[in-house]
């Protein structure tokens, strides 16, 4: 069970998009619409930000939306602001009851 | 409201043992599982197993398949989470977290600093 793979880093000027994608297998991503998506300040706690590939929980803004096709997830953050720059990390339900987290995207807000 | 309130830092010798508590408030505690997730320093997040609160099973992924034991006190609302055989490698951030019931970790604990040290 292999870490999903992400991308080092992203950035985007304030008002513009990012998105960050998230690579795992058939056995993982592929198989089961139960990716989720955490934002990850340092020295806090990770925040849920998207579930079951696309939901928003409660109170999450609407400028973060999920996808995925094939292996890959994708979360995307519009209209950047300053308070989104973060760690991201994807999460995916891995059958038989396990799961397994992304390699960790940092955002940063130019 | 949901809260998840865990034990204070630890330091261990290698070859130690460390138990980790995580105290659920907020929500019926048998209801929802509990996750244990760790940050080592400048890596990423890594999933550690999880507990059906209602009836004791866990899961553990092989990497942490026995070192690792996750357990829980239902009259407590407390989950436990024990790691032996401890090296630097697991100098970390560890922390507990709620299943959402959706297949995601809908709250956190606000984390819990091992240090592994001689």
């Known amino acids: 069970q292999s870490a999903l793979t992400q991308p080092p880093s992203a950035s985007g000027s304030p008002g513009q998009s990012v998105t960050i994608s998230c690579t795992g297998t058939s056995s993982d991503v592929g198989a089961y619409n139960y990716v989720s998506w955490y934002q990850h300040h340092p020295g806090k706690a990770p925040k849920l930000m998207i579930y079951e590939v696309a939901k928003r929980p409660s109170g999450v803004p609407d400028r973060f939306s999920g996808s995925k096709s094939g292996n890959t997830a994708s979360l995307t953050v519009s209209g950047l602001q300053a308070e989104d720059e973060a760690d991201y990390y994807c999460?995916?339900?891995?059958?038989?009851?396990?799961?397994?987290f992304g390699t960790g995207t940092r955002v940063s807000v130019l | 409201q949901v809260h998840l309130v865990q034990s204070g830092a630890e330091v261990r010798q290698p070859g130690a043992s460390v138990r980790i508590s995580c105290k659920a408030s907020g929500y019926h505690f048998t209801n929802y599982a509990v996750h244990w997730v760790r940050q080592a320093p400048g890596q990423s997040l890594e999933w550690m197993g999880w507990i059906y609160t209602g009836n004791g099973n866990t899961k553990y992924p092989q990497t942490f398949q026995g070192r690792v034991t996750i357990t829980s006190d239902s009259t407590a609302s407390t989950a436990y989470m024990e790691l032996a055989g401890l090296t630097s490698e697991d100098t970390a951030v560890y922390y507990c977290a709620r299943d959402g019931d959706d297949y995601n970790l809908d709250y956190w604990g606000q984390g819990t600093l091992v240090a592994v040290s001689s």
């Open positions: 999460c995916s339900y891995a059958g038989t009851s396990l799961y397994v």
